[in-house]
């Protein structure tokens, strides 16, 4: 495995196989970093498939269907190719059904992802990695390389890459300055609000506030020490009243969600407690997709869990209180 060390040398090992019959995929129930940054990609290539390993999130399912994008994306099946590229993941285990046939391919693979390397993972000599966590998404990372290239980014492409920047940055606490100019380009690109830019804005009608209200007052409220820990059951989306709670004064947030076809956990940690107490959220969460038979991951300050395993979501989701409670406990006796 060879690793590209600057977006310089990303960029030149995409231009340079731009004519190749290509393949781009991403981790498992791909969200909107793994949707944001795929398509926009793929105007680089001529001849060019978009596959999940499974399914995507209901989020991503209600962006490209707001684009009119939905066949853009399809179903994983083996085809023969060149060239593999897979977004948002630097880990076999994340790849759900692309797994066995990425690692058997003769075709040259391209890991592009922001996330902690793996402790320890099998790599192959036809492999190679783009991974950076200065950035803060996948997306983020894509939109660098369209800008090098002098691709046309239209007002779908930056639509997108603004939902996967944005997805990604929790709350903005995963941020850094290259990830508010980019968002400042990209909606002076697509000549959109902010509001209008994000289709995460349409999960919050009165409903939608209502169902995180109601999450926040059915929630646990915990206290480790000096710290507060809120925890709960979310009736849609965790991730939206694992940040609510965060800004409701939580130091440590953590909310699960069960729907039709996978079950999530999304949790947040108050921005300098990461450095503080040597938590890295996305290597605790890491292990819960084994768990739940998807997929976690994410930053020291804000991480998930996907998966399909229903019946296990409440191993994991108290797993990762046990843990933080414990740090909480420590440093508070210090």
């Known amino acids: 495995m060879r690793r590209l060390k600057s977006i310089e040398e990303l960029t030149k090992f995409i231009t340079d196989r731009k004519y190749k019959n290509t393949l781009i995929t991403f981790h498992s129930i791909g969200d909107r970093d793994c949707i944001g940054s795929s398509i926009p990609l793929s105007k680089i290539f001529k001849n060019v498939q978009i596959s999940t390993p499974d399914f995507i999130t209901k989020n991503s399912s209600k962006l490209l269907e707001n684009l009119q994008l939905n066949n853009l994306i399809n179903t994983f099946s083996k085809i023969d190719v060149d060239l593999i590229i897979v977004l948002d993941s630097n880990r076999f285990e994340l790849l759900s059904n692309a797994k066995e046939f990425i690692i058997l391919s003769k075709a040259e693979v391209l890991f ?6 793996p402790s320890k993972s099998d790599y192959y000599s036809n492999q190679f990695i783009f991974n950076d966590e200065d950035y803060n998404s996948t997306s983020s990372i894509i939109y660098e390389v369209l800008k090098k290239i002098g691709t046309n980014i239209n007002n779908n492409d930056s639509i997108l890459l603004l939902n996967g920047i944005v997805s990604d ?5 995963n941020s850094s300055p290259l990830t508010f100019l980019q968002i400042s380009e990209l909606l002076k690109n697509s000549g959109l609000r902010y509001s209008e830019a ?17 999450d926040l007052l059915n929630a646990k409220i915990t206290q480790k020490g000096r710290y507060l820990i809120i925890s709960g059951m979310a009736l849609h989306h965790a991730n939206l009243a694992a940040e609510a709670a965060l800004k409701s004064g939580a130091d440590f947030s953590i ?22 107490l040597g938590i890295h959220l996305g290597r605790l969460m890491e292990p819960l ?20 395993k229903k ?18 406990i420590l440093k508070s006796k210090k």
């Not at 592009?112 to 390397?117: G, K, Y």
């Not at 994000?198 to 109601?214: D, H």
Request: hydrophobic share 40%; net charge negative; charged share 20%.
């Open 112 to 117: 592009i992802d922001h996330h902690e390397l």
């Open 169 to 173: 940055s929790a709350n903005f606490e």
């Open 198 to 214: 994000i289709s995460a804005q349409q999960l919050m009608s009165p409903i939608s506030r209502k169902n995180i209200l109601t």
């Open 255 to 276: 909310f699960y969600s069960i729907h039709e076809n996978e079950v999530s956990i999304s949790a947040r940690l108050r921005s300098s407690l990461d450095k503080e």
């Open 289 to 308: 997709g084994s768990i739940l038979d998807g997929t976690g991951g994410g930053h020291p300050c804000a991480a998930g869990a996907y998966g399909s």
């Open 311 to 328: 019946v296990a979501i409440k191993l994991a989701f108290n797993k990762v209180i046990d843990e933080i409670s414990e740090k909480f």
